[in-house]
Each structure stands twice: as C-alpha cells, then as structure tokens.
C-alpha cells in the first residue's frame, strides 16, 4: 500500500498524491513510512506562504500568480522563463463548534482548471495550530516530491499557526487590503517578522496608496532604528553591501553567514484583473535568489531540520512514556499531584525512570 | 491516533448561475462535522472530476437546476471512473424530475434528493452511505 503510493506520488500520480495527503491529515499509520520513503525527493520546491485577513484576495492572488509563472504575462506559454509547475495547500479554518469547514479557495481559482502542471488541495486546519503547521509542511512535502516546482500555501490571518507555516515557506508573502493598512496599529503585530514581500490587494479600492505608506512607514521604524532586521522571526545582523557586493573573503572553515538586507518590497495588486501580478511574481523570485546568494536557504534549511527532528523527538518520547505507564499508575500519580502529596516535577520524574 | 473526517466536494454544474441551494447543503455538511469543499458556480464535468481527484473526496454532491442533469451526469460519472473515482458516493440534489431517477441511479448516482429535502435526511444518508 505504502510502496504503491510512494511509487505514484513519484511519478506523478495525482490520485496517489491526494491519497497520500489524506493520510497525512487523518494521521494515520502509514503516513510515517510514506513520508520517510519520500523525504530523499524533497527539497527542491520553492515554497511560497500567502497569509492575509479573509477577503483580502489570497485565492484571487494565488489563482493569478500561478496563472502566471504557467503562462507568462500574455498569456503565451513559455514567455518569461520556461513555465513552472505549481503546486498550492489553500487551508481554511475548522469550525470550532462542528468539526467540519467549508472549503471554498477553488472558487477564485477557476483560470487552474484542466492544467495538468497543477495541483490545488483545500485543507482544513482541523485540530490544534502547531498540528496544522506540520501537516501543512508534510502535504507540501508531497507536492514537493511530486515535482512541483512552486507551492503555494494560503493560510489565514497571521497568528502563530501562520507564523509557523510561514517558517514553512522560503518565502511568505503578506496580504493587506486599503482600509486595513490605514492605522499603523491595524496591522497585526508579528506580521513585520514573518513578511518578506508585501501585497496591498484591492488597490482599485480607495485608499491603496495610503495603506503603502503606513506599511512603508512601519518598515522605516523597523528597518531604519537599529543596525538588525527581523527575518523570520530571528535577529540578524545586517551587512551593508554595495548591490551585487561581494563578501570578504573568509578565514576560518565554517564562514557564517552574514546575509545582507531583504527590504521587504511593496507592491499594489488587483488580483481580480490580474494587475501588479508580475511584479510580485519578479519579486518572488527575487527572494528566492536572495535567500540562495545569501546562504540563507541552507542555514534555514538546517533550523527548519532541528524543529522537526525537535517537535517529533517530543512526541515520540510523550507517546513512549504515557504507553509504558499503565493507566492506573499514571491515574494514581494525578490523584497525587491533586492532593498535593507528590508534584508534578517528580512525578514525571517517576514516569521517565521507568 | 486517526483524526478521519468525511470530505465531500459540493459543485454546481450547468450554465444557471443560483447557488442558494448548494451553499445551504454546504453549510449543513460543515454543522455536521465534514469538511466541504465549495467549488462554486458553472463547473463543467472535467472541473468538477479534477476536484474530486485532487481533494480526495468521499462524496460528490451535484446540485442541478437547470434541466440539463441527463447531459451532464453520463459525462461526469464516465470521468469519474476513467479516473479510478468508483468509489466515490455521487448524490445529486435540485429539481430532477421523477421519471429521470430511475436512470440517474442506473448511472451509478446513489442518492438523488428533490428540493423539499431537508438536510438531515442527506447528511444520515451520506453517513450511512460510507460506513
Ligand atoms: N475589487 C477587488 N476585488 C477583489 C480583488 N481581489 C479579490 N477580490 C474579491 O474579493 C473577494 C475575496 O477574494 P478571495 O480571493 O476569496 O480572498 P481570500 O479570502 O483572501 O482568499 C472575492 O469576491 C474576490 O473576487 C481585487 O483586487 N479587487
Ligand atoms: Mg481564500
């Protein structure tokens, strides 16, 4: 069964990719040894995050962005570079009261239908946010195995799962809308650490021009203030370089690297009519080589590796403790802990001795 | 630990442009815990088999108004298996007239729901469809 679906997502299979996927997001069994089979394949997709308040055009963006890294601005194959094959996971939200969702992503996504250099998959983000993240990193997986050469991921909002997501993606890119982007303080905090391409969508709605400026304003106060720049959440020192500036040469063996300013660029869109879509694609790419020429990629690479390896050591070792514990003695030790005879640092304490 | 949900993709397929009924199925597949994958309005057969291809569904449920069922439903349940999509529950809701059911269901359409349905009956009979 395992073999069969790594075999297929391999080669392609788009029924065996969505299979896959599926086992991915009910957790079920065979998804370790899928993905494990699958992991020497991945790493060669550009994983791009499109995260933004609902409404704001995400699908719309993502639909004509796509559109056009397949067809070029015309329209015409091949024009502007040779056409990519792009993949997308547009995750909706979970209603906290039924369990289910509506899906709705393909909606502003019609233009994809019927190329096969596609694959679009709707997730809901289901149960906890830090589940979401690695489910959503593990379906990327599987288009990136598959051979997609850009994936998209559309999330909502930008809380924690989006910020998670976003440490996902090479390269995540902002959704705000006019209106939204008026008050320095409407912009939700957090946003400034995971954007490094902006998009004020709507733009034919009044107000664009001045939601750049807010965003341009915010970035000044960001960027201008102290010699460092939050990039995805870290602190990295900036090193001004002449454009195309070359790096002293190194001493030691292990040269860190010391990458020089992303400015994150601004750009006006109007999704619906596809306007400003080449310049944020430009820009997209953009990033990528940044985070290729920077050395970026790699050293985010090796931290995305060590969450990984991080978050499933824990619940590997969770799930090994709470099985060895039999029922009754972990019931017991609880009993314990209520009535204050034991706490809960020595309890589990008792548990990881065995 | 499994978290399986039922996932069923809603499309409307045919040239009218009304999806009033469609999204009232939606909502009261999502109140009942699945996950409901809305394509919207004018889907045409490949459109709708790509859907249910790429999302994996459980279920395709097609909401038809226009009159047009007995063109579109052969096309879409051919697609369907030439994609390996057999077992996949088809159930199809809107003003299908009586004398049509018998050869819907000959098609392979499980379910065939007229206008006066009320939602629970469709959501009982996709659960006991797939268990
Ligand atoms: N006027 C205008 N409407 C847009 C634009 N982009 C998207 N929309 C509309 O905004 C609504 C929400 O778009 P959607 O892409 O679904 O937003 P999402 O929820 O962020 O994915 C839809 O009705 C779109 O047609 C735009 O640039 N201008
Ligand atoms: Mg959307």
Not at chain 2, 94 to 114: C, H, N, R, S
């Amino acid at each position: 069964m395992t073999d069969h679906l790594v075999e297929g997502v391999l080669a392609g299979d788009r029924r065996a990719i969505a299979r896959t996927i599926s086992l991915i997001e009910d957790n079920g069994a065979e998804a370790q040894a899928t993905l494990a089979a699958l992991h020497p394949h991945t790493g060669r997709a550009h994983i791009v995050g499109v995260t933004g308040p609902p409404g704001s055009g995400k699908s719309s963006l993502v639909n004509a962005l796509a559109l056009y890294f397949r067809r070029g601005a015309t329209g015409e194959r091949g024009e502007g570079g040779s056409p990519k094959t792009v993949g997308i996971i547009a995750v909706d939200p979970t209603s906290p009261f039924s369990g289910g969702a509506i899906l709705g992503d393909r909606i502003r996504m019609r233009d994809l239908a019927g190329d096969p250099g596609i694959f679009i998959r709707s997730m809901a983000s289901r149960g906890s946010l830090g589940g979401l993240a690695w489910a959503t990193a593990d379906a990327v997986k599987v288009l990136d195995a598959a051979g997609f050469e850009l994936i998209f991921i559309e999330t909502v909002g930008a809380g924690q799962a989006e910020v998670d997501i976003a440490r996902t993606a090479h390269t995540t890119v902002v959704v705000e809308v006019p209106g939204l982007g008026d008050d320095v303080q409407a912009i939700k905090a957090g946003i400034l650490e995971i954007a490094d391409i902006f998009a004020v969508n709507k733009a034919d709605h009044e107000g664009a021009d001045h939601a750049v400026m807010a965003l341009r304003m915010m970035l000044d106060l960001d960027l201008g203030g102290t010699a460092t720049v939050l990039h995805h959440g870290r602190l990295m020192e900036v090193v001004r370089t002449v454009t195309g500036g070359e790096e002293p040469p190194s001493q030691g063996p292990l040269p860190p690297a010391r990458p020089s300013a992303w400015r994150p660029p601004i750009f006006k869109t109007i999704a619906t009519r596809h306007e400003g879509v080449v310049d944020l694609a430009t820009a997209i790419l953009a990033h990528r080589a940044y985070l290729e020429q920077s050395g970026q990629l790699v050293q985010r690479e090796r931290e995305r590796a060590a969450a990984e390896l991080e978050t499933i050591i824990q619940q590997e070792s969770l799930r090994r403790v709470l099985a060895c514990a039999q029922g009754e003695k972990l019931a017991a030790l609880i009993d314990r802990i209520v009535r204050r005879e034991i706490d809960p640092y020595t309890a589990s304490q008792h548990l990881l001795g065995g | 630990m499994t978290d399986k949900k039922i996932r069923v993709l809603i499309a409307k397929p045919g040239l009218d442009g009304h999806d009033r009924g469609a999204k009232v199925i939606a909502r009261a597949l999502r109140d009942a815990g699945m996950e409901v994958v809305y394509t919207g309005i004018r889907q045409t057969p490949e459109m709708i088999v790509e859907a249910a291809l790429q999302e994996d569904v459980d279920v395709v449920g097609l909401s038809i108004l226009s009159g047009a069922h007995m063109a579109l439903f052969p096309r879409i349940m051919d697609l369907m298996r030439q994609h390996g999509l057999d077992d996949v529950l088809v159930v199809a809701g809107g003003i299908i007239p009586d004398e049509d059911v018998p050869a819907l269901q000959a098609m392979g359409v499980k379910g065939v729901f007229g206008p006066g349905t009320s939602t629970d009956t469709i959501v009982r009979f996709i659960r006991e469809h797939l268990s």
